[in-house]
């Protein structure tokens, strides 16, 4: 018995260096032959603000608080164009006059009836003073009895005669002033003034073409396109959904396509009270974003496309992480520092925009997430060698 146990143990012993030999060959083999490490760049959970935005769903636009696309309020051939495309005016500056020599001789003819109207008068009234006069002096013959009643009743029926014949000459000097200024505003209607001041976007129309008025409802092309440029704002479309958060003076973003790498602050000044429905076109509010200081430096012109971001909500000093690091369901990959694995763990959220969700419950500060969520072979169970680790900002 004991010889057999002495036997066994001599063979084990034999054996135990070619069996430590290929355990080491097997660890060896494994350890060269496992999958190396995904590299990945990870992002960490810090403090920082939150805000709730809506943006347009299509470019919005760049428009002055006053632009009038003017037209004479009558027609007629352009005599006078006194101003130029680009040029800046002042308001009631004249910009351009219809031909109105007639007018401007019916002016003249009203002007000189009144001239004749108030000789008229003059000896009229003159004549009715003076039979004023005699009927006070046939008044006293009367009560001295050198003339006869019938005589009196005669001086007082001509002096009131003559009163009232002084007093329809008068009215037709209010009539000759009212033809004068028929006269005149017949003259206005051919002259088109500025209502404001600006600068002539656009002129349509040259000397001695004819120029019509524009009706509303009909797209006759303006005389001339005057536009204040010292104030501006933007008008976006907003989709129907998001329409309820927003509000007048909520802050806003202003980014505009001509001016890269800039966005202005901005302001909500106006949400349209009705609901835009175009045809093959998601319903849309009309939101009016001002300027709360409109560039200087740069060129801003009108018409302008531009993109506005209205702040609805804003959370400050809360935890928060980049909103491209959030997989469905409020997921994340979180890095364990101890084994270099990723760890899948839920979320609680707060306030998100595109750029970062506030976590309520699920991480600690500090921690960190993987961010490159669409690489190859990053996913929850994986061993993963971080990359350079990005703060939030």
Known sequence: MAVALRDKRRIFLRYLPWLAGLVLLAIMAWHFTRPAPVRVQLAKAERGTVEATVSNTRAGTVKACRRAKLAPPAGGQIAHLLVKKGERVKANQILLELWNDDLQAQARLAEQQLKTVNTRVDEICTVAEMSSKEAVRARQLRERGFISAEGLERAEADSNAKQASCRSARSEIAQSRSRIDVAQAGLRRMVLRAPFDGVVADISGELGEYATPSPPGIPTPPAIDLIDDRCMFVSAPIDEVDAANIKVGQVSRITLDAIKGKSFAGKVKRVAPYVLEMEKQARTVEVEVEFVEPPTAENLLVGYSADV??????????????????????????????????????????????????????LNEGDQIAKSLDQEGVKAGARVQPGVAKPVK
Do not use: C
């Not at 935890?319 to 997921?331: A, D, H, S, V, Y």
């Not at 979320?347 to 925009?353: E, I, Y």
């Open 309 to 362: 971001e209205i702040v609805h909500a804003s959370h400050e000093k809360v935890l928060r992480i980049p909103t491209q690091t959030m997989l469905e369901g409020k997921r994340v990959l979180f890095y364990r520092t101890a084994d270099g694995v990723l760890e899948e763990r839920a979320m609680t959220t707060g306030l998100a925009n595109w750029e970062y969700t506030e976590i309520t419950s699920g």
